[in-house]
């Protein structure tokens, strides 16, 4: 975050979710001086209520199985920033949908936030590409792609 407000000095920053790192966050404000800048929103059964008024969307997870937050954030029509692991690059394709970075890495968290704030035409086509990526992992969607790989393999053992 400091990197961020030295070129953007009135940013803020929203984290939703509840967890164990909530008092270590609560330090972090507090030693870096960002309480002014910085939220803990906590648990909120709406987060679309939220994305909604973000220029970007970051998640910094270590670990994900699928992120479904991610396509929340695209739904929401919000730029994605999001680490490369686990089910996430199902999810977000580099340069395209969104931006991949390397865990545990707030320097590139950082630049890719920096880099999305610096060309809003670029993060228009993450805008763009994620509300396609969206649509792709709709339920009905993946319920017809279901049935149709189901039904090809029906068709393969007959």
């Given at each position: 975050?400091?990197?961020?407000?030295?070129?953007?000095?009135?940013?803020?920053?929203?984290?939703?979710?509840?967890?164990?790192?909530?008092?270590?966050?609560?330090?972090?404000?507090?030693?870096?001086?960002?309480?002014?800048?910085?939220?803990?929103?906590?648990?909120?059964?709406?987060?679309?209520?939220?994305?909604?008024?973000?220029?970007?969307?970051?998640?910094?997870?270590?670990?994900?199985?699928?992120?479904?937050?991610?396509?929340?954030?695209?739904?929401?029509?919000?730029?994605?920033?999001?680490?490369?692991?686990?089910?996430?690059?199902?999810?977000?394709?580099?340069?395209?949908?969104?931006?991949?970075?390397?865990?545990?890495?707030?320097?590139?968290?950082?630049?890719?936030?920096?880099d999305i704030l610096d060309h809003p035409a670029e993060a228009a086509k993450f805008v763009r590409s994620g509300k396609d990526t969206?649509?792709?992992?709709?339920?009905?969607?993946?319920?017809?792609?279901?049935?149709?790989?189901?039904?090809?393999?029906?068709?393969?053992?007959?």
């Amino acid at each position: 975050m400091p990197e961020i407000l030295a070129k953007y000095p009135h940013a803020t920053l929203e984290i939703i979710g509840e967890g164990e790192e909530r008092e270590a966050l609560k330090s972090q404000i507090t030693n870096h001086k960002l309480q002014r800048h910085v939220t803990l929103l906590g648990r909120r059964d709406h987060p679309e209520d939220y994305l909604k008024k973000w220029d970007v969307f970051v998640l910094p997870s270590i670990s994900e199985t699928f992120g479904i937050t991610i396509l929340e954030a695209m739904a929401a029509q919000v730029p994605v920033v999001a680490t490369k692991v686990g089910g996430v690059t199902d999810i977000v394709s580099d340069g395209k949908n969104g931006k991949l970075i390397k865990p545990k890495s707030s320097s590139e968290i950082a630049a890719a936030i920096l880099d999305i704030l610096d060309h809003p035409a670029e993060a228009a086509k993450f805008v763009r590409s994620g509300k396609d990526t969206v649509k792709e992992h709709d339920w009905s969607e993946v319920i017809k792609q279901v049935e149709k790989l189901y039904q090809g393999l029906a068709k393969e053992k007959f």
